[in-house]
């Protein structure tokens, strides 16, 4: 059945807020990084430190991230059409997966520029200027990652969650580089390049994480909270016998319900339709997030016949 209720519209229309929501939250976390990447890179020039240009180039990676987002939310609210016929929400899955790249990239070069310092042990210089930009990415790392991390749950956005994941291992990183300083300011020169590993090891931690998240969005995964949430608000529908297969997926931070109930087969098709017009609006406001919902009414097999579920099931095996 088509979604047409007023409550659908309603939430069509708080998704395309949440789209809004989620630039806003791009472009605010983009000045913040942006700040300071270029406050770092004035240091790294100044001071020759391999963990901090490690912290900077990620910092910058993390800044420049924000415009695949930026471009999928725009393209999220596109209306759907024939080709596209569930919309653009896709995009965000994309630009996921190009954010989990950026990090690997970042993740590399880090590596690579600790490495070469191991070989090549170099003295770095101004090691106050040095601690105090790596204090200056900590407090602009966190912030952007709580910023970014809370934005993407309102949202239902695992792109946005990703990238926050991505700026809150920057901040620790930063963290790494005072020890680093801290380091050199006692005459020991290889705490920097070892501080740009352990900067290398963190970035790969994170990068599982966001793995993790964006994996699971692209293979349709969803909590299992939410479907018992569904099946719960499904199985107090007046009408409603039995829930069957019930499907939710994601579309950009949009979910979608696909679902089958068993109404009483004495029902004419006026009846059974306004059950289903009734289980949809119950799981428009049961599942969070949810913007459309497809019910389909199977009535209840005749004496003696079989259940249609069950035999779809054996043939199904």
């Given at each position: 059945m088509k979604p047409h209720s007023h409550e659908s519209a309603d939430k069509v229309d708080r998704a395309l807020e949440s789209s809004a929501q989620g630039m806003r939250a791009l472009w605010i976390s983009l000045a913040v990084l942006?700040?300071?990447?270029?406050?770092?890179?004035?240091?790294?020039?100044?001071?020759?430190?391999?963990?901090?240009l490690g912290d900077t180039v990620h910092n910058a990676a993390d800044a420049l991230t924000a415009l695949p987002l930026g471009v999928a939310f725009v393209l999220g609210r596109r209306a759907a059409n024939r080709r596209f016929t569930y919309g653009y929400g896709r995009a965000e899955d994309l630009a996921g997966i190009v954010i989990v790249l950026t990090i690997t990239a970042s993740a590399f070069f880090a590596a690579w520029t600790a490495i070469d310092r191991l070989l090549n042990p170099q003295g770095i210089s101004h090691l106050p200027a040095v601690a105090a930009a790596a204090v200056v990415g900590f407090v602009g790392n966190e912030w952007v990652a709580r910023y970014r991390i809370r934005v993407g749950r309102?949202?239902?956005s695992a792109a946005l969650i990703a990238d926050g994941l991505h700026a809150r291992t920057d901040g620790f990183t930063s963290l790494a580089v005072l020890l680093g300083a801290g380091g050199a300011a006692i005459g020991w020169r290889l705490a920097d390049p070892i501080v740009g590993l352990l900067i290398t090891a963190a970035i790969v931690l994170v990068l599982r994480d966001a793995c993790r998240e964006v994996f699971r969005r692209v293979m349709d995964a969803v909590d299992p909270a939410l479907v018992d949430a569904a099946e719960l608000a499904l199985g107090r529908v007046p009408g409603v016998r039995a829930v069957g297969e019930l499907r939710l997926r994601w579309i950009g931070h949009r979910?979608?319900?696909?679902?089958?109930?068993?109404?009483?087969?004495?029902?004419?098709?006026?009846?059974?339709?306004?059950v289903a017009v009734e289980a949809e609006h119950a799981l428009l406001h049961a599942v969070p997030k949810?913007?459309?919902?497809?019910?389909?009414?199977?009535?209840?097999?005749?004496?003696?016949a079989p259940d249609p579920h069950l035999v779809l099931a054996h043939h199904g095996t």
């Open positions: 942006g700040v300071t990447a270029v406050t770092q890179a004035v240091v790294v020039v100044l001071s020759g430190s391999v963990a901090l309102e949202i239902g979910l979608r319900a696909e679902v089958a109930v068993v109404v009483d087969g004495e029902l004419n098709v006026r009846e059974a339709h306004q949810l913007t459309a919902a497809l019910v389909h009414a199977d009535p209840t097999p005749a004496p003696g």
